[in-house]
């Protein structure tokens, strides 16, 4: 499989007609795209690495396939082979894509893991997930290191860097010493791994819980040719920059096969510590990035900077997604930058869902309309469909096979797995309404919604209009218990630099919203905060201030 022509489309109507997936027999990213890719054009820029003191490697798919394949053998001679699961946490190194193309090529399934886990978190993944082995970067050892004990699944344990390493570690370099670069794993019946075969656990955020372990299969990379070649509208020649850690499926959405499958490069950039909004414009304008995919809370900072400082000309195509844009934010970046942000939305447990694509207008706040191969249909709490302008979940309909790029189920967990999967819909437990045009509004998840005196209030509706006020940075909505109107509208705020809580700010703020939203919205509570109670990923846990507001502290 090679590098498959991209549609040309006019209208959303055209392109679904016109899309479709072919997917191959038994199918391997690793074998079938990238070996395949490769030798036929070896010499195809696949990455720009830039690592924190801001040296850059140019790599082409060549390297790729070649240092993935010598990974694989020198694994399979350590014992990893189909079916075994490697927890890999290489923060953005060039070795997390050669471990994980290896990983593919063996049939062992990756569990990627963000590099803020504690050891902790770790014994908490191995144990529930039967890891058998680690891959992490030499900073990262000790605390992995630390896990050992409490996880007899483990037998391997690799370090990559040339850092010291705790006793009985292998290092990365000496595994991919002992492989060979054309090495083909096939199994006692002379099949090579792939098709239904297990590729991922993905975790979840932990948004609203403990994060959950997403499973999915070798064909889920093909899902992610709608978000690469036509959600970021990527071509050969393009650069593109996704902002996520490895360790969550948002970067497979943005830093993999979508980018390979259409042609681009994709642009890594392995900053440690926390981002800073120069650094990243910075970067942007001196690679001269071409397409940027980034969670809103980033554009919220990127807004607040003197963008006429950095030269963008090369940007042409921006896309969001993870939580909802804030309309202020869309125009505040189309006013700086000249462009608008295309936004998507999805989840772990699948590709992308819904998006605005760059034949389409987006509508500032709407995610969008429902992808190519993906029926998705919002029903009523009787499991009916809404008509238009009535909010439901959004669920998908399975009754004509799987989707491209849907999960398998929570890891070992059917009864899960059943709570979501039923009465032949994927029940995402999120909420939206679809306008006359098909656009869907996303209102938020089941639990998030607010119902005060009837009326049915999403909190990023409130969100939105609180912080197109300039005091307000961050927002977070929720309901608490109120004895007349059963829940009231609470906002969580982070303020501006230069503002203090008041009576007078709250007021102020409230009067704010009743102006941009209907008046029944506004928040009678407000409350002041340094910071808000995010996931790693940097979502806001709105269950975290509830369970608290409940709790009385
Ligand atoms: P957990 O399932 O562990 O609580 P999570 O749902 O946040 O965490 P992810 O799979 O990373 O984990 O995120 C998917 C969720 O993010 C969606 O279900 C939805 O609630 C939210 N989301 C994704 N895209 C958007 C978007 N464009 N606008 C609003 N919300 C979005
Ligand atoms: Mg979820």
């Given at each position: 499989m090679h590098s498959t022509g991209k549609l040309t489309a006019d209208s959303y109507e055209e392109f679904l007609e016109r899309f479709s997936v072919e997917v191959p027999e038994n199918f391997n990213f690793a074998y079938d795209f990238l070996d395949a890719e490769a030798a036929t054009d070896p010499t195809r820029p696949a990455m720009v690495h830039v690592d924190d003191d801001g040296n850059r490697r140019d790599l082409d798919l060549a390297f790729f396939s070649s240092e993935s394949s010598r990974m694989a053998q020198g694994l399979a001679k350590r014992g990893i082979g189909p079916g075994d699961r490697v927890l890999v946490m290489l923060y953005r190194r060039v070795e997390w894509w050669i471990t994980v193309l290896a990983l593919h090529k063996l049939g062992a399934v990756a569990a990627p893991g963000p590099h803020l886990l504690t050891t902790k978190d770790i014994e908490f993944r191995v144990d529930y997930a039967g890891i058998k082995a680690i891959v992490c970067e030499d900073g990262l050892a000790e605390k992995v290191d630390a896990a050992r004990a409490n996880c007899p699944s483990l037998t391997l344990l690799v370090g990559a860097g040339e850092g010291a390493l705790p006793e009985g570690w292998t290092r990365f370099d000496d595994i991919i010493a002992d492989?060979?670069?054309n090495y083909i794993h096939t199994g006692p019946d002379g099949r090579r791994p792939g098709g239904a075969d297990p590729l991922y656990i993905f975790f979840t955020s932990?948004?609203?819980g403990m994060p959950k372990m997403v499973t999915h299969p070798h064909t889920y990379p093909l899902g992610h040719l709608t978000t690469g070649m036509y959600w970021h509208d990527l071509k050969p020649g393009d650069l593109h920059l996704t902002l996520s850690d490895t360790g969550w499926a948002k970067s497979v959405w943005g830093k993999f096969y979508g980018q390979w499958l259409s042609g681009a490069c994709i642009f890594t950039w392995d900053f440690r510590g926390k981002f800073t909004p120069d650094s990243l414009l910075g970067i942007l304008a001196e690679h001269r990035i071409t397409t940027f995919c980034a969670p809103p809370t980033v554009y919220r900072f990127l807004v607040r900077?003197?963008?006429?400082?950095?030269?963008?000309?090369?940007?042409?195509h921006c896309t969001t997604a993870g939580e909802l844009l804030n309309t202020s934010v869309f125009e505040s970046w189309k006013q700086s930058t000249g462009l608008n942000i295309y936004e998507g939305y999805g989840q772990t447990e699948t590709c992308l869902q819904t998006a605005t694509f760059p034949f389409m207008e987006p509508k500032p706040g709407s995610i969008g309309k429902p992808c190519p191969g993906w029926d998705l249909v919002l029903l009523d709490e009787s499991g009916n469909p809404c008509p238009t302008g009535v909010e439901g979940e959004i669920c998908i309909r399975l009754s004509e096979g799987r989707n491209l790029g849907l999960f398998t189920g929570y890891l070992d967990e059917p009864e899960k797995t059943a709570t979501v999967m039923y009465d032949g819909y994927y029940h995402t437990g999120d909420k939206a309404w679809a306008d006359e045009d098909g656009y869907f509004w996303f209102m938020g998840r089941n639990d998030d919604l607010i119902k005060s005196s009837g009326y049915r209030i999403g909190p990023f509706e409130v969100e939105t209009a609180l912080v197109s006020?300039?005091?307000?940075?961050e927002a977070a909505v929720t309901a608490v218990p109120d004895p007349v109107r059963g829940q009231a509208v609470k906002a969580t705020l982070v303020l501006a630099q230069g503002y203090e809580p008041s009576d007078e700010l709250t007021r102020e703020i409230q009067d704010h919203v009743k102006k941009v939203t209907a008046p029944y919205k506004y928040p009678r509570v407000i409350d002041y905060v340094d910071e808000l109670p995010k996931t790693i990923s940097g979502k806001i846990k709105r269950a975290e201030i509830r369970e608290k507001d409940e709790s009385g502290n």
């Open positions: 492989g060979e670069e932990g948004t609203t900077e003197d963008l006429s400082l950095y030269d963008l000309s090369a940007l042409r006020h300039p005091a307000v940075v």
